[in-house]
């Protein structure tokens, strides 16, 4: 009777169900990535509900992707080129400009959105676990389909202006990845901010007009005097900016603006996700 009873027991726990428990990590300065990895699904429901919600139940649905950029632009051109004849580097200041915007847009649209997600998403974040940090990244990955349908039209506007590509274009993907990571990296910092702190709702909309202004998207980097370069490439949009005009225009970029930049976004991804991670335990809680 007892190896009859071992072996069903054996058996019994062959055939029980695998159960994971999720949970918040414990004693890590850093999200759990291989929690993230795990929960991938929830990462992608939640990025084509944030794309579908957007433009949901508008006119033009997802072409303001598009208009936004367009509309900037022509301010900018009627602004800084014909009545302050601001230089353009020899290339046509709408296009000049409008590269610009293409990932100066993405930066700002993913800010916004994934500084305010925690607190769009309240019934998830009290209802049930899964790594919160999923939230914010899929505001981001959201928004990077709009800087695709955006690029196109960039592409038309080189055809139009006969501006060949050129090799740079290969190295697009990281120019998009050092913006991902500072919108990652300052979005997850606001929005766990946020959750105690409803104040930085207001701010953010400030902080992106400011931004702007010292993102060299309506006038050239060049103008900014040399002693301040370093500084001023500190904003990681700086180094993201010029390095698509590089590529897709051709225009001359500087390879230590780019390295600070990079190196500003690395640290801005760091210390959002130390922040976040140090604050998530009391989301549930305090929002």
């Known amino acids: 009777m007892g190896a009859l009873a ?46 579908k919600v957007r433009y949901k139940q508008t006119a033009i649905g997802a072409a303001w992707a598009i208009l936004q950029p367009l509309i900037s632009m022509l301010i900018f051109t009627v602004i800084f080129s014909h009545w302050a004849a601001l230089p353009s580097q020899g290339v046509p200041y709408p296009i000049f400009t409008y590269c ?12 916004t959105q994934s500084s305010g997600s925690l607190l769009l998403n309240e019934r998830l974040v009290t209802r049930v676990y899964f790594p919160r940090l999923i939230i914010p990244l899929a505001a981001v990955c959201g928004t990077l389909v709009d800087m695709g349908l955006s690029s196109i039209v960039l592409v038309v506007m080189m055809v139009f202006y006969g501006i060949a590509p050129t090799i740079g274009l290969i190295f697009v993907p990281f120019f998009v990845l050092v913006a991902s990571a500072a919108a990652i990296g300052l979005g997850t910092l606001l929005a766990a901010l946020n959750v105690r702190f409803r104040d930085v709702r207001y701010i953010v909309p400030f902080l992106v007009q400011l931004w702007v202004f010292v993102t060299p998207v309506a006038y050239s980097s060049s103008l900014v005097p040399e002693k301040w370069r370093s500084f001023y490439a500190l904003n990681p949009m700086v180094g993201v900016v010029e390095g698509f005009r590089w590529a897709f225009l051709g225009v001359p970029m500087s390879g230590v ?25 009391t989301f549930a809680d305090e929002i």
């Open 6 to 51: 071992n072996v069903t027991k054996t058996a019994a726990d062959t055939l029980a169900p695998i159960i994971t428990v999720n949970e918040p990590s414990s004693g890590k300065v850093l999200p759990d990535m291989r929690a993230i990895g795990r929960s991938r699904e929830v990462l992608y429901f939640l990025t084509w509900r944030d794309v």
């Open 100 to 111: 610009a915007l293409v990932p100066w847009t993405f930066f700002s649209t993913a800010l």
């Open 257 to 281: 603006d780019l390295a600070i930049s990079t190196l500003s976004a690395t640290a801005m991804l760091f210390v959002g996700l130390v922040v976040f991670r140090r604050m998530e335990d």
